[in-house]
Nanobody, 124 residues
Framework: QVQLVESGGGLAQAGGSLRLSCAAS????????MGWFRQAPGKEREFVAA????????YYGDSVKGRFVISDIIAENTVYLQMNSLKPEDTAVYFC?????????????????WGQGTQVTVSS
């Protein structure tokens, strides 16, 4: 079965950095869009970033543009989210997800597989 496992979450102060990892099995990144979403308690799941290797494209949500960077190592089936200049409003559970190639990158409903999430907490 397809499995996505996030790691790297934790506690950071505002202005600090964290790097999240998503280890994938059962799929190849070049056949999927790999994305990061986040969800804070009581709020909707929010698009953070995505990478579509087959198209050579990366995408970012407006709230993280210029601060976060998505990347991958295809040979290792791993996708990363480097989070810089963290803000308290970045506090959320961060999810790794995969969408079949051709699906919309910014909509959670378009993704086919999801990890369990990793908690990121940013203090003020």
């Amino acid at each position: 079965q397809v499995q996505l496992v996030e790691s790297g979450g934790g506690l950071a102060q505002a202005g600090g950095s964290l790097r999240l990892s998503c280890a994938a099995s059962g799929l190849a990144f070049n056949r999927y869009t790999m994305g990061w979403f986040r969800q804070a308690p009581g709020k909707e799941r929010e698009f953070v970033a995505a990478i579509t290797r087959a198209l050579g494209r990366t995408y970012y949500g407006d709230s993280v543009k210029g601060r976060f960077v998505i990347s991958d190592i295809i040979a290792e089936n791993t996708v990363y989210l480097q989070m810089n200049s963290l803000k308290p409003e970045d506090t959320a559970v961060y999810f790794c997800a995969a969408a079949f190639l051709g699906r919309a990158y910014g909509e959670a409903t378009q993704y086919d597989f999801w990890g369990q999430g990793t908690q990121v907490t940013v203090s003020s």
